[in-house]
Every structure is written in C-alpha cells, then in structure tokens.
C-alpha cells in the first residue's frame, strides 16, 4: 500500500523559510515521479514543483520559481520542498503526489498522480 506523509508544515514570518518532507512507503521510489502542489480553500489545487525519477528534472510554478526548490533522496524514499522568502500568499496546505514513470518526465499536472498524502499546513504572517 503506497504512503505520502508529508511534514515540516509550521506558521512562519514573511520573509522565512521552511522545508517540508515527503516520507514515501509501499512502492518504488526511485520509478515515480514526485510532485508538490497547494491548495487554498477556494481554490483549484495549485502545482507548486515537480520532480523526475532520478531527480535531474525538476520544474516549478511561476509563483514560486526562485524561491521554492524541489529535491529527493531515493535512498531514504524523501522527497523536499525548501521553501525560502515566504509571502502570505504562500499560505495554503501542502501536498506531495506520486506516479509512477518510466520516463525522466517532470508531471504538472495534478490528474497525473495516482497517490496524494493528506497534506501539511504552511501559514505564512505578514
């Protein structure tokens, strides 16, 4: 049975950083694609960064491209999202998604993933 457990979620100041962790269990790592998106109540679920099998591709939403940065560990099945210069729009709760891919593809889609994790909260304070 495949398993996301996302942590590092926390209330920060403008300007602050954190970086959440994805723990993965029940599959593969290093053959699925790793995804991060957000989602504010009143929203579409946002893509945030995404990530290749091996880790050599990665892309990011406009939003937060030179701010958030995206990364794994296929030896400890983890996958990061370092967040720095946070703004309150940066507020929302945070998933981790995975698909597997035979592929080096980075997904931005959120129809993509097959397995999600039940997310973490990120409050950002002006």
């Known amino acids: 049975q495949v398993q996301l457990v996302e942590s590092g979620g926390g209330r920060v100041q403008a300007g602050g950083s954190l970086r959440l962790s994805c723990a993965a269990s029940?599959?593969?790592?290093?053959?699925?694609?790793m995804g991060w998106f957000r989602h504010t109540p009143g929203k579409e679920r946002e893509f945030v960064g995404g990530?290749?099998?091996?880790?050599?591709?990665?892309d990011y939403a406009d939003s937060v491209k030179g701010r958030f940065t995206i990364s794994r560990d296929n030896a400890k099945n983890l996958v990061y999202l370092q967040m720095n210069n946070l703004n309150p729009e940066d507020t929302a709760v945070y998933y981790c998604?995975?698909?597997?891919?035979?592929?080096?593809?980075?997904?931005?889609?959120?129809?993509?993933?097959?397995?999600w994790g039940q997310g973490t909260q990120v409050t950002v304070s002006s």
């Open positions: 998604a995975a698909r597997s891919l035979f592929s080096g593809t980075v997904l931005r889609g959120s129809r993509d993933y097959s397995f």
């Open positions: 990530i290749s099998t091996s880790g050599g591709r990665t």
């Open positions: 029940g599959l593969r790592f290093s053959a699925y694609a």
